[in-house]
């Protein structure tokens, strides 16, 4: 018997029994017969753990008290990864100071109207570190506007190729930091170069090693290409090694240049995310990936920029629902482009988890919630048509994970 959905929870097939999981409790009960799963069953759950079945919010972010301000600060960038979703470097383009004020003021006059005591501001690219200028602008408007009954924190995702003048801002306003980098020096250099073509590796060593030493512990993100899957485990020895505690591995995404980046077998991908997740788990390492990113919080939609609690502001100005539809002239436009800080996508009162038939019955319904709609567009040019490649992914990680539980 294969995994299946009961009463808006999955059910895994395992070892000739049947595990029920809430991630709700984050309790699994075992059940020995496909016939017990009844009425009768739900009714004696709920008497012993009244909180075990719940309804999945609608968005990801429905769970959080906070509102976050994504600003795209520029497409510009140093280095020329050859994987890069959004292009960067190929636009010189910056933001204007008076549209970040413009933005931030909006986001304060929103969450006040909703009852949002969190404002997160996030930095975003191109490489966002080009324009220190702007970011240095941003946090100083917001320490002087923010009401205060809000609480602030800053975030910033980042190629890490930066000097020491950029870490210690960073240190000294305690932003959170999203470094991509793809592990081994051999495959940055060849992967992650700078703009003329040398590598980049040394640079972002220095960039992870100094952060840390000042206690900003950066989540390193790792495109995994077929250059580097089978160098994964490795790459959790050598991040661990600088004293990196979060690694975030994804295959790589096929849009801009990455169009021209063979993704790995998902097979071989599967096989060494739990080569990796051993390794972190033996050395006090966590190993993320989307399949599971989201398991213990289930929704009817995959990206939390469905709903009215995160917008991306893109240099040009427009305002996308994410962040890697980042310009007018991108070809998704239509779906994730928004009028202003408060209008919903297209897509948020038609759910891919129930639009799609496959989605509408897989026990992965309300994690996976047919995954990332851009990416989906960019593999079959249709949002509603789930990845194939996530699909078998998902189905083949999460019940081991719930297993191992």
């Given at each position: 018997?294969?995994?299946?959905?009961?009463?808006?929870?999955?059910?895994?097939?395992?070892?000739g029994k049947y595990i029920l999981f809430s991630p709700y409790t984050r309790e699994k009960i075992i059940i020995d017969n496909?016939?017990?799963?009844?009425?009768?069953?739900?009714?004696?759950?709920?008497?012993?753990?009244?909180?075990?079945?719940?309804?999945?919010?609608?968005?990801?972010?429905?769970?959080?008290?906070?509102?976050?301000?994504?600003?795209?600060?520029?497409?510009?960038?140093?280095?020329?990864?050859?994987?890069?979703?959004?292009?960067?470097?190929?636009?010189?383009?910056?933001?204007?100071?008076?549209?970040?004020?413009?933005?931030?003021?909006?986001?304060?006059?929103?969450?006040?109207?909703?009852?949002?005591?969190?404002?997160?501001?996030?930095?975003?690219?191109?490489?966002?570190?080009?324009?220190?200028?702007?970011?240095?602008?941003?946090?100083?408007?917001?320490?002087?506007?923010?009401?205060?009954?809000?609480?602030?924190?800053?975030?910033?995702?980042?190629?890490?190729?930066?000097?020491?003048?950029?870490?210690?801002?960073?240190?000294?306003?305690?932003?959170?930091?999203?470094?991509?980098?793809?592990?081994?020096?051999?495959?940055?250099?060849?992967?992650?170069?700078?703009?003329?073509?040398?590598?980049?590796?040394?640079?972002?060593?220095?960039?992870?090693?100094?952060?840390?030493?000042?206690?900003?512990?950066?989540?390193?993100?790792?495109?995994?290409?077929?250059?580097?899957?089978?160098?994964?485990?490795?790459?959790?020895?050598?991040?661990?090694?600088?004293?990196v505690k979060e690694i975030h591995f994804e295959p790589v995404t096929e849009s801009g240049r990455g169009t021209n980046t063979?993704?790995?077998?998902?097979?071989?991908?599967?096989?060494?995310?739990?080569?990796?997740?051993?390794?972190?788990?033996?050395?006090?390492?966590?190993?993320?990936?989307?399949?599971?990113?989201?398991?213990?919080?289930?929704?009817?939609?995959?990206?939390?920029?469905?709903?009215?609690?995160?917008?991306?502001?893109?240099?040009?100005?427009?305002?996308?629902?994410?962040?890697?539809?980042?310009?007018?002239?991108?070809?998704?436009?239509?779906?994730?482009?928004?009028?202003?800080?408060?209008?919903?996508?297209?897509?948020?009162?038609?759910?891919?988890?129930?639009?799609?038939?496959?989605?509408?019955?897989?026990?992965?319904?309300?994690?996976?919630?047919?995954?990332?709609?851009?990416?989906?567009?960019?593999?079959?040019?249709?949002?509603?048509?789930?990845?194939?490649?996530?699909?078998?992914?998902?189905?083949?990680?999460?019940?081991?994970?719930?297993?191992?539980?």
């Amino acid at each position: 018997m294969s995994h299946f959905l009961f009463n808006e929870l999955p059910v895994i097939s395992s070892q000739g029994k049947y595990i029920l999981f809430s991630p709700y409790t984050r309790e699994k009960i075992i059940i020995d017969n496909k016939d017990y799963f009844s009425e009768e069953l739900c009714n004696e759950i709920n008497l012993l753990s009244p909180d075990f079945f719940q309804r999945p919010k609608e968005i990801v972010n429905d769970y959080l008290d906070r509102y976050n301000l994504v600003l795209s600060l520029t497409n510009d960038c140093n280095l020329r990864c050859t994987y890069c979703f959004v292009n960067g470097g190929h636009i010189k383009s910056r933001m204007t100071e008076e549209l970040i004020e413009e933005r931030i003021e909006e986001s304060f006059k929103f969450i006040q109207n909703q009852d949002i005591s969190n404002f997160q501001l996030s930095f975003f690219g191109g490489e966002p570190t080009l324009c220190i200028d702007l970011i240095r602008h941003a946090i100083n408007f917001v320490n002087k506007q923010k009401p205060e009954d809000i609480k602030v924190s800053y975030s910033i995702t980042t190629n890490g190729a930066f000097g020491k003048q950029v870490s210690d801002f960073i240190i000294e306003n305690n932003i959170a930091v999203s470094l991509s980098m793809d592990g081994l020096p051999e495959v940055q250099n060849l992967q992650r170069p700078f703009e003329n073509g040398a590598g980049s590796a040394k640079s972002v060593e220095k960039t992870i090693t100094r952060l840390i030493k000042n206690n900003i512990y950066p989540k390193i993100r790792v495109t995994v290409t077929k250059v580097n899957c089978f160098h994964m485990p490795q790459i959790v020895k050598y991040l661990g090694n600088l004293g990196v505690k979060e690694i975030h591995f994804e295959p790589v995404t096929e849009s801009g240049r990455g169009t021209n980046t063979p993704r790995p077998s998902r097979e071989d991908f599967v096989s060494m995310l739990f080569e990796a997740i051993d390794i972190a788990s033996d050395n006090n390492m966590k190993i993320l990936n989307s399949a599971y990113a989201r398991l213990f919080t289930p929704s009817v939609h995959y990206c939390d920029g469905m709903g009215d609690k995160r917008k991306i502001i893109n240099y040009d100005g427009s305002v996308s629902s994410c962040v890697e539809v980042n310009d007018l002239n991108h070809e998704a436009k239509d779906y994730f482009m928004v009028d202003d800080l408060t209008t919903e996508t297209l897509v948020k009162n038609n759910p891919i988890s129930d639009a799609n038939d496959d989605c509408k019955v897989c026990f992965m319904k309300y994690n996976c919630a047919g995954g990332c709609p851009s990416r989906n567009y960019h593999v079959s040019g249709d949002i509603y048509k789930p990845d194939p490649y996530r699909c078998y992914v998902v189905k083949h990680v999460v019940p081991k994970i719930i297993e191992r539980m």
